[in-house]
């Protein structure tokens, strides 16, 4: 998906010209490592204009053997949308400022990339030396007014990674500081958020302070709470899933289970990444 | 986000009514857990006729202390998403057919929940009774052409288990048929698809066949090879990240890793999720 080639289409029609073929304004675009074509519009067109250049180029494109393009247009250009979505092409993906939509133009099968499915989250497991858990009772959402303690939680953002969104959420939403240890556990439910799937991780973080400064937006209350406490709430051994986690987390206390640590590596195209894994090398 | 209501605004509008406030024709709409309302346009509408009603339901909302109102467009119905960016919504999510757009309307700090984040993999570690691993070489991508043999690698569905992801992606790749048996480790990285972030489940699996049927469209050769061999090739060496998969594929070839096993669990709201951890019960 990454643009790394810098081609524009200004090139592409050069190439063509010297074929004898009739030269037509373009669509500037970059091509990318799948035989694709991305179009990122930035200044504001004639609708009617920008659906001949558009059409124009997608015979160029297909001459050339490019098979995915994709048009990115800001939410200011949101007048274009229909002149593109004429042109057969679906939507992607969207962001808060912008919407991608892509057409297959190839006879091939549509081999595109999915949209990204997943909203990831975390749950902090907070102890102190007296087997006390830092724990929670949420101001809105599905266990509002329920007296259910929790362990804290929050979403991991888009680039953000597991191990310091962990620590992030647990000093938002309760003053604590602390560093990461492990990730105990990972559950992935469905149909979570709209249509997409979530993936919760459990991680256990050994924290370097201990009062509490509750966030006043979202946290009803924040406690230290016996270990022990925590696991015996009705709601908690009434919900498997609470439950096991729960569980999880009493063997942790025990010094009788062995998480996931995060281990700081490179990827293939030298991004570095962290692999969570219970190898010590 | 789920609408658990279905309240829908007529019933707002004849309360209103009742205390001889003038009535107006209102957009139909649910009620969430938030404070929220979502709006699903199905129907073709003038853009103008649209542009009035979506202000005075905005106008109604406001005064019922409504916060996020979410409307959601067809593709078919792309000509209305410039009247609702008009009214100060921004862009949220998209799918193929559809744009979900939302705007905060309350005094409040918005507390709009953000898009999913994440695109999900799987690689596919499968080892025969010879200490041999299935490995494959892609059409295409960074690899192509590389000579580089890699684990077989898939993309995990919006609402598919991981577990059920890798046997499935193994099948396609390869034909070979398994069973799952553990998660070993995962990578996240990021900005690896368009500005998403990426997890990587690196899954044991058990072969119950042995016979290799590779897929024509994605990959380009498949064997089952030495695991000590597919180690030591000279890229995985040389990438942090690859050797530490295989120094952790090499500790469970040899018997000395526990990974995380899948357990199936329910959530608080009563949904099957599966739970990945060491911990046996």
Chains 1, 2 share one sequence.
């Not at 098979?67 to 979505?85: F, Q």
């Not at 597991?162 to 309760?174: D, F, Q, V, Y």
Request: aromatic letters at 10%; one cysteine or more; proline letters at 3%.
């Amino acid at each position: 998906m990454s643009c790394s080639s810098s081609i524009s289409m200004e090139i592409a029609d050069k190439e063509t010209s010297q074929d004898n073929i009739e030269q037509v304004e373009l669509l500037s675009g970059v091509y990318d490592h799948y035989d694709g074509v991305i179009v990122e519009m930035k200044e504001a067109m004639d609708p009617k204009e920008f659906g001949s250049l558009l059409r124009a180029s997608l015979s160029q494109w297909k001459q050339l053997g490019k098979r995915g393009i994709w048009i990115k247009l800001p939410i200011e250009l949101a007048n274009l949308i229909e002149v593109v979505v004429k042109e057969g092409f679906d939507f992607h993906h969207a962001e808060r400022n912008y919407l991608m939509l892509v057409r297959w133009i190839a006879e091939t099968t549509n081999s595109l990339p999915a949209n990204a499915s997943h909203r990831v989250g975390i749950g902090a497991f907070v102890m102190n030396s007296n087997r006390e858990l830092l724990v929670v009772q949420e101001l809105s959402g599905i266990f509002r007014g329920s007296g259910v303690w929790k362990l804290p939680t929050g979403v991991v953002n888009e680039g953000e990674d597991i191990c310091e969104a962990a620590i992030r959420e647990l000093k938002e939403e309760t003053g604590v500081d602390a560093e990461f240890v492990e990730v105990l556990a990972f559950r992935q439910s469905h149909a979570s958020y709209f249509t997409k799937s979530d993936l919760f991780f459990v991680c256990m973080l050994q924290p370097c302070s201990f009062d509490i400064q509750k966030q006043a937006s979202e946290i009803e209350a924040a406690k230290w709470m016996p270990i022990e406490e925590y696991a015996d709430q009705p709601f908690v051994k009434e919900n498997s899933g609470f439950d096991y986690v729960a569980k999880i987390c009493l063997a942790k206390a025990n010094d009788s289970y062995i998480g996931f640590s995060a281990k700081p590596a490179y990827s293939a195209s030298g991004k570095r990444t962290y692999i969570y894994s219970k190898l010590e090398i």
